[in-house]
């Protein structure tokens, strides 16, 4: 009996200790202290976007050191590897968003936040121009700002190749919107294929879903529908269940070109015991109110019928992005982003830093480059802060009566200055690629020693979770994402359609 008690309160110390630090870093996060006003002797650093990029650099930031101001149309961090169990309501679209102020007013110092979109960088005045474009507009929808320094983190948009139909006819899988609408158009697929009357064709159509692109985000949201077509669609709708079909279409000769063969072959084999069907080297020509008409590898031409198409083919450069190319034409000939130098400096800029989807680096446009490329501007900003601080010294110091203090003073400025000047180029490390396929199977490239550890299935799937949930920037969508987990396990997916 001792023991059983010395046990039991053991635990239960243990169990109150954790909810006690559980409880006590939930209350911090809830309340943030008092800042340090805007100081008008710093420098304006203008932050646009609020993805990947943008959070990153925000969280490492030091803001003592400049007026931050971070402008994007979303006033929120958007945690995108989980955004296609969004779209199936595995996750509430709550639980992987996290508003800006979270991040800011957690700064020493001040950062103002602006929900409004960036219309136009002017380079040679340094001036950014920007809207809301939202719903509701106050008197005043419209501004422009001077900058000292800007940090462009406006990511991509999706990329359509002006193929009839895609804006009109399906949906993407890029913004949070774009899941929910998805989720809503596939429960309407399922309600009106149950309507009384219907023919079998017409179910067929209605419950026939195709995903366009194979890569890594095409592959997850086929694998996120599977889940739920199995683990609660044959429950709710057993007279229709049978009838959904996924069919997952992809231009190249494979699926996720960007991991190891043997991953292929296992997503592949998945694919198929999970019943979605891959047509390869086959490409959308248009997207019909009803259908999709298929270019197959011989060249021929097939109209496929369908209740709902995701349209996942890849990015483009957004409108700010292209434009502010267009004024350094000298300097921006890449035409797949923002040219950028080893310190990721837009090239033709001195006061211009690129980084995520919108610059044009050696990197795949991922949100672990995007990521290590904002904690690694923090640092070069806050070395440039130093540089900077101490021209403005030596300047009041020359400026002033030379004396014998003022002497040794400058020369050790003079030191320091040469010091600053050399800047660490932005090197990137690969932590190893993942992505969900459905069946809870996840497939991984990780680095390991010189070479790769290729791994798929259930324990990979363990580990994605894993990985996600520490990778996830708080400990409150941390908390919202694991209690969605256990709560799709105890009671499914909702299926109600909003
Ligand atoms: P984003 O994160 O897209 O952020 C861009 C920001 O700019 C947004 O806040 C946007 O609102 C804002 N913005 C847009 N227009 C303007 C404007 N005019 N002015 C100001 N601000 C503007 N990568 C991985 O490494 N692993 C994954 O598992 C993974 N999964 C993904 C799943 C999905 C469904 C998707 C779509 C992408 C996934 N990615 C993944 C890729 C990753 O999301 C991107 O590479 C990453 O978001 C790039 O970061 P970013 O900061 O450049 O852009
Ligand atoms: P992607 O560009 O990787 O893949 C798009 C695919 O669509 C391409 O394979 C292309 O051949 C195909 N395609 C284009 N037009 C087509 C057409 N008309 N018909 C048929 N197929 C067509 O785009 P994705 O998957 O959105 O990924 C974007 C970026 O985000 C990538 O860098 C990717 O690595 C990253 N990402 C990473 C994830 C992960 O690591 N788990 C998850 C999702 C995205």
Known sequence: WRRFLQTVGGVTLVT????????????????????????????TLVVLGSGWGATSLLKSLDTTDYNVIVISPKNYFLFTPLLPSV???????????????????????????????????????????????????????????????????????????????????SCFMKELEDAEKMQRRFLDCLESAAFPGQSQDEVNRLLHMVVVGGGPTGVEVSGEIHDFLEEDLRSW????????????????????????????????????????????KTMVKEIKEKSVVLQRPDKSIVEVPCGLVIWAAGNKLRKVTQDLMARLPQAQTNRRGVAVDAHLRMEGTDSIWAIGDCAATSYAPTAQVASQQGAYLARILAQIAKRD???????????????????????????????????????????????????????ADLPFFNGNLATGGVATFLFWRSAYLSTLFSLRNRTLVATDWIKVKLFGRDVSRE
């Open 16 to 43: 109150i200790g954790s909810l006690g630090a559980f409880y006590y870093v939930a209350q911090k996060d809830k309340t943030p202290g008092v800042q340090l006003p805007h100081d008008p002797e710093k420098k």
């Open 87 to 169: 779209a199936v309501g595995t996750l509430n679209p709550r639980s992987i968003i996290q508003p800006t102020r979270y991040v800011t007013r957690h700064k020493t110092r001040q950062v103002s936040v602006i929900e409004a979109s960036a219309t136009e960088v002017d380079p040679i005045a340094k001036t950014v121009k920007f809207a809301d474009t939202s719903e509701i507009q106050g008197e005043v929808a419209e501004t422009s700002i001077k900058y000292d320094y800007l940090v462009f983190a406006v990511g991509a948009e999706v990329q359509t190749f002006g193929i009839p139909g895609v804006k009109e006819h």
């Open 237 to 280: 709708y057993p007279e229709l269940a049978n009838s959904v079909r996924i069919t997952l279409v992809e231009a190249l000769p494979s699926v996720l070109p960007m991991f190891s063969k043997q991953l292929i072959d296992y997503t592949e084999s998945t694919f198929k015991e999970a019943k979605i069907d891959i047509l390869t």
């Open 389 to 443: 601080n101490l021209e403005v010294r030596l300047k009041t110091l020359q400026d002033g009566p030379q004396t014998e203090e003022t002497k040794p003073e400058i020369a050790s400025i003079e030191r320091q200055l040469v010091k600053t000047e050399k800047l660490r180029p932005f090197h990137y490390s690969h932590q190893g690629s993942l992505a969900y396929i459905g069946s809870d199977k996840a497939i």
